[in-house]
């Protein structure tokens, strides 16, 4: 088998720019393996300086582009920084949130085309609308995530805008990741800068102006500057919480007054704050009442709760910080910041976990706040404890809390005007053609005889058998049609209220628990009239049960002692009758042999606990 031999004239080769490459045309049309010998050297030198010679000419081409664009990048940078302001504006501050919400409301991130999805909640998310559809609402919030930066004209000037990830250093050295807006207007007036936030400020306003806004401090994350949790409310309107005439009225009237008097304040030189204590028993009304100042003046809230273990006092002053002029400042569960003066004395003797501070904030971080050097002005303070016997004198100082409002239960004038409001305009219960009401959601046919004792519902009746006879008119059976119920009159719903209220005492139920049960009986106004009596009784007895096993554990929980002890660890009464009739057995018994060998008496002092059994 003989080698095909090619012959390359490589001074062809040689010749021109391209040598390689020629060369390389010319031997790959060829089959087989190829052998190059004996090249001379200056041909190999010739290939490898072109080999550079490339090399280098494109390395070359790519640094003069390079620091072309690195040109223009600085030139951009220099211009933007000569030419123009920036802001930056960390989330959780409430400017972000205005910032976002006028961008949003302004398209500006209509190019986007990278979205978070987040399901809706009460929590405040500007997300853009991505239905065509109007009408549809959605149930999710498609929030940009505006990584690149966007140009856009905002009056005569150009704006740049870009979302950055920031991370903020706490000062217990934790950091912690949050966003961030860079805002860049392309000129040199500052005053531009400012007059975008404020119309970004202005028309958050108006846009968040059907609700309240609620700054919670509730995340245990935090850095320098404090993050917020934002939620949003629907107004809460004055008519809808039922307090004693002129209570709430008088409140607002007060909060009004104090905002619009501020230079009255600087004049007598009193620092412009007020203070206000609500106190009272669980479900009576306080966090509603703030939520109604809020609404009725246009506030912001922004909401510590002491008990949650994260809130110290350097977390509270840095929040209170960033809190804007007219805000309420509401601290929720002041009592649990530190044990009143009296009752650490008390607890020294008779230690109560309970009355332990549950807060990382102390009274006198809390004085701090509410009128030392560090406190904030303009600004409605709103405190609200169920204890009010726990909190320490100090607090109650005016000047820190100006006014006190008590919350009692529910009295029987409350629990009508709360039927009422939640009965207005109501339909009456669906009916049989007997007159019967009918719980509709669960079916079941509540007794009509308590309707009939009363005047109100025998209106009601009345008026039953009205539409009963309009529906049997319409040809149904009477013993199987269910008539069509009617609204309720303002005289039916007044004397089922009055029968509602009757039902209880004054005083015996909050507000809360009153709305729980009108709640669950919301399509039926004449049967919840009518079963008042019946839920009265039930709550009673359990009550009593609540009560009984509360000082069953009270017992338990303290050291047994004297006769009692004997009692009790047999078992209750029955063990104690039993024990202290063993005891009383071995006493004579003992006193019986003591008489027979010593021939005298001896004196017993017999002691039994006091303790009810
Ligand atoms: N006086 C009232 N009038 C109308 N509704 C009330 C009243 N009091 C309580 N409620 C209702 O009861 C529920 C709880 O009320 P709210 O949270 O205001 O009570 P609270 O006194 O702040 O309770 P807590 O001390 O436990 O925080 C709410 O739904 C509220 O609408």
Request: proline share 5%; aromatic share 8%; with cysteine.
């Amino acid at each position: 088998m003989s080698a095909n031999r090619h012959t390359f004239d490589l001074t062809m080769a040689n010749s021109g720019k391209n040598r390689s490459s020629r060369l390389w045309d010319s031997i790959k049309g060829i089959p087989g393996s190829i052998q190059l010998v004996d090249l001379p050297l200056s041909i190999q030198r010739s290939w490898l300086y072109a080999y550079v010679y490339d090399s280098l000419k494109y390395i070359a081409a790519g640094a003069i582009v390079e620091t072309i664009r690195q040109s223009l990048v600085w030139f951009y940078q220099r211009v933007k920084l000569r030419h123009s302001t920036s802001a930056e504006i960390i989330q959780g501050d409430p400017a972000f949130e205005w910032l976002t919400s006028w961008l949003t409301e302004n398209n500006v991130w209509r190019s986007s085309r990278e979205f978070k999805v987040t399901s809706k909640t009460s929590k405040l998310v500007y997300g853009v609308s991505v239905s065509t559809d109007p009408e549809i609402q959605g149930s999710a919030d498609y929030v940009p995530t505006y990584e690149s930066p966007q140009l856009f004209r905002w009056r005569s000037y150009w704006v740049e805008v870009q979302r950055v990830r920031a991370t903020i250093q706490g000062a217990n050295g934790q950091s912690q990741h949050s966003t961030a807006i860079f805002l860049t207007v392309f000129t040199r007036d500052i005053s531009v800068l400012s007059e975008l936030v404020e119309e970004a400020f202005q028309m958050y306003q108006r846009k968040i102006k059907p609700y309240v806004t609620i700054f919670l401090a509730d995340s245990p994350s935090f850095g320098g500057t404090f993050l917020w949790n934002v939620k949003r409310k629907p107004h809460r309107p004055i008519e809808s919480i039922i307090l004693p005439d002129g209570m709430l009225s008088d409140l607002i009237q007060d909060a009004k007054k104090f905002f619009s008097s501020e230079d009255w304040y600087h004049r007598a030189g009193i620092p412009h704050r007020r203070g206000y204590l609500l106190y009272g028993p669980p479900g009576t009304g306080k966090s509603s009442t703030i939520h109604a100042v809020a609404s009725a003046l246009n506030l912001e809230i922004h909401s510590f709760t002491l008990s949650s273990g994260f809130i110290d006092d350097g977390v509270l002053q840095r929040a209170i910080t960033t809190i804007p002029k007219r805000s309420i400042l509401l601290l929720e569960d002041i009592d649990s910041i530190l044990p009143s003066r009296e009752d650490d004395e008390e607890n020294d003797l008779h230690p109560q976990p309970m009355l332990r501070s549950r807060s990382g904030v102390t009274l006198s971080g809390l004085l701090n706040i509410l009128d030392g050097i560090g406190s904030e002005e303009g600004k409605l303070c709103f405190a609200t404890t169920n204890y009010m016997d726990r909190l320490d004198p100090a607090l109650m100082r005016p000047g820190r809390i100006d006014r006190r409002v008590r919350y009692t239960l529910a009295t029987r004038v409350q629990a009508r005007r709360l039927f009422e409001r939640l009965f207005k305009g109501a339909e009456t219960d669906t009916t049989t053609s007997q007159g019967m009401t009918f719980d509709d959601e669960i079916g079941t046919q509540a007794p009509s005889t308590d309707v009939e004792n009363s005047e109100g519902s025998a209106l009601g009746i009345k008026q039953m058998e009205q539409s009963t006879e309009t529906s049997n008119a319409d040809s149904s059976p009477p013993s199987l049609s269910r008539s069509a119920s009617t609204l309720i009159s303002d005289a039916q719903l007044a004397s089922l209220a009055v029968q509602f209220s009757d039902s209880m005492n004054d005083e015996e139920f909050s507000p809360a628990e009153l709305q729980g049960y009108l709640l669950s009986n919301r399509e039926r106004p004449i049967a919840a009239a009518a079963e008042m009596k019946g839920w009265v009784s039930r709550q009673r007895v359990e009550r009593a049960e609540k009560e009984r096993e509360r000082e069953q554990r009270g017992r338990d929980k303290s050291p047994p002692s004297g006769w009692a002890a004997v009692g009790r660890r047999s078992g209750g009464t029955p063990g104690l009758t039993a024990g202290l009739a063993t005891s009383y057995l071995v006493v004579v018994l003992s006193e019986f042999t003591h008489l027979v060998y010593h021939g005298r008496s001896r004196v017993y002092l017999l002691s039994v606990d006091q303790q009810k059994d």
